[in-house]
């Protein structure tokens, strides 16, 4: 007899949890048919494959259920099943009490390192713990969409995700302009963004930093994959990423990637596959936004500006020698990091509950 799952996720939307859980619950219900998807928001569904839609359905109260989200939601899956996963992800190292109250009333919590597994544990988790990774669609994004650099034309660093204090984005900019402000041959491309800032992370930072003509704001992309296709090397000097999808996606492209090694980035990123940030310093936990008390959430790991400039400058000398690390860094994504890898893994927790 087959086992019957329910899945709830967000599914809608282009932040990392709704992409995350539209190519996990892909992957899950091309292996395991007999899975109910209940969709925890509202959206376009143009967003949704047509495997994912048939699966839209009512949970079944008795069937191991899993919850991709924040712990205050799992409190729906406490009250109301009996076989309840939660899968948790996050980038800092204090997890609030009331967040760890919840987690130990899990059955098993999955999050996406084993960095995280640590920080869960040293927070005072005892529930069972177990580590899915996360993954990359190795159809869409592989080698085929590098760009490799002719060593005339213009060089491109490239960055994107969302607009905060943890993913460095002004320690790029002042690093790229500290070495190549003058040489309009070498450019940075930049697609940031982010809902909850009120204004535009582009008339900031060209406020703050000045207009030049080799930083180039792109605005959304419907298709990310047309944002590695114009960059020779990727950059990502993040405090802390809870997987860090965007890296992920440029290393299984080829793309010679600068990333800072610390959290979950080192579940996947070793020294043959990417340009990595190890000079990191500690310091308290802080957004604007996000993170409004300082160090409350605990510390993140930030890279700083001697390395980074060190390390662009490596790529942009020594391209031959960085393309080697990303033929690496492609191999690895493609043989150990597609989305099969966790859905199995759910399964088969979800199997063993059965």
């Given at each position: ?13 282009h932040?990392?949890?709704p ?5 996990l619950a892909?992957?899950?219900v ?5 899975t ?5 928001m ?9 495997s994912?839609?048939?699966?839209l359905r009512?949970?079944?109260p ?28 996050f ?8 967040y760890?109250?919840i ?14 597994l ?23 994004f592989?080698?085929?969409y590098?760009n ?12 994107l995700?969302?607009?905060?204090c ?6 790029l ?7 190549f ?10 697609s940031?963004?982010n809902?909850?800032?009120?204004n535009?992370?582009k ?6 930093y000045?207009?030049h ?7 959304h ?7 590695y296709k ?10 802390a990423?809870?997987?860090g ?8 492209c080829?793309i010679?990637t600068?990333?800072?090694?610390n959290?979950?980035v080192?579940?996947?990123a ?9 000079q990191?310093?500690m310091v308290?936990?802080?957004?604007p936004?996000f ?14 500006e001697?390395?980074?400039?060190e390390k ?12 080697e ?5 492609a ?12 859905a199995?893994k759910?399964?088969?927790?979800m199997?063993e509950m059965a």
């Open positions: 007899m087959s086992m019957e799952s329910n899945l709830f996720l967000q599914l809608f939307g932040a990392g949890i992409y995350h859980s539209r190519e892909k992957e899950f091309k292996m395991h048919p007999h109910n998807i209940i969709s925890m509202s959206g376009n569904s143009d967003l949704l494959e047509d994912i839609k048939v699966h009512p949970p079944s008795s069937a191991p259920t899993f919850m991709f989200e924040y712990p205050t939601r799992f409190q729906y899956l406490i009250n109301n099943y009996t076989k309840k996963l939660g899968y948790y992800i980038e800092f190292t204090n997890i609030p009490r009331n760890v109250s987690l130990n009333q899990m059955d098993i919590i999955c999050t996406a390192s084993q960095w995280g640590r920080v869960l544990t040293q927070n005072g988790v005892k529930t069972r713990i177990e580590v899915i990774r996360g993954g990359v669609d190795v159809c869409k592989n080698i085929s590098r490799n650099w002719d060593g005339n034309s213009e060089f491109v660093f490239g960055h995700g969302k607009f905060e943890r993913k460095n984005t002004e320690l900019i002042r690093s790229f302009l500290k070495i402000r003058l040489n309009h041959n070498v450019k940075l491309l930049l940031v963004n809902i909850f800032y009120q535009n992370p008339e900031y930072l060209e406020r703050k000045g207009c003509k080799n930083i180039e704001y792109l605005p992309l419907r298709d990310i994959r047309d944002f114009r960059i020779h090397c990727a950059v990502f000097p993040t405090n990423e809870g997987i999808l965007p890296i992920v996606e440029s290393m299984a080829g010679p600068i990333a800072s090694l959290s979950g080192t579940e996947y070793q020294h043959s596959n990417a340009i990595l940030l190890t990191l310093k308290p936990v802080h957004d936004i993170f409004p008390e300082l160090g409350a959430y605990g510390n993140w790991e930030s890279p700083t001697d390395e980074l400039c662009m400058w490596f790529v942009f000398t020594s391209y031959g020698k960085a393309l690390v990303g033929n690496e860094a191999r690895f994504m493609n043989e150990s990091f597609s989305w099969k890898q966790p199995e759910l399964y088969n927790l199997h």
